[in-house]
């Protein structure tokens, strides 16, 4: 009965997304024809994710773990750890105020409809091709010459063992910051892993908790940036995780 439940709730997840990414689809693809109303265009990614995320059942819980502030009229790279789709529809939902370009892979050009929006809106990579991944630093560049926020998921991927609780961070977001002198915000998702897997037989509706850690200023050190970065998001994740 359980497996037969979970079914039909990604089945409903098939059928949302099919119409949303249609209704919301389009004004942000004639949109984003104009680099100077990608702003507008955002305010109607937003609308798709909380309707996504909330339209599957899902909650979440903002815990701050840091007395700083995010300046809406600051720029940012903005990192969390990643552990589901949904991690994408919450981060659009945390910054209201900073319109976000995500750093996503290639492949997901390939989905009808969803594919042909996702490469205006996203810098994409070719995880297998060294020249993609260098020139990932330019084209973020340009995304934030047009006003725009970076978001990137340093682990580069979900690993395949899920028993991993942070996996390694590549640089990219660290050198990202140093090089364009943009602080990086740090949040920590809690319960996606469990609530909305990559695994389509798992999953339920429920709250998910998201602790803001804190914003790290660019230096001139990519390296202690991550070092910093990681230890504070798995020290989250260790005390807070079940």
Known sequence: MVKILNHLWRFWLLLLAFFLTIFFGIPVYLLSFNKKHYKYAYRFIRYWSYAMFYGMGLRYELINL????????KQYVIISNHTSIMDIMLTCILF????????????????????TIYKRICVMVDRSSARSRADVYRRCAEKMEEGNNIVIFPEGGVPDDTSIILDDFKDGAFTLSSKHNSPIVMHTFIGLKEIFPF??????PGKVKVYFNGILEPSDSPKDLKAAAFYEIKKTLVKHSN
């Open 66 to 73: 840091s007395t700083q502030k995010i300046d809406r009229n």
């Open 96 to 115: 209201p105020y900073h319109p976000i370009c995500f750093v996503g892979k290639k492949e997901l050009v390939r989905i009808p409809v969803f594919g």
């Open 199 to 204: 695994d389509n037989s798992k999953g339920y």
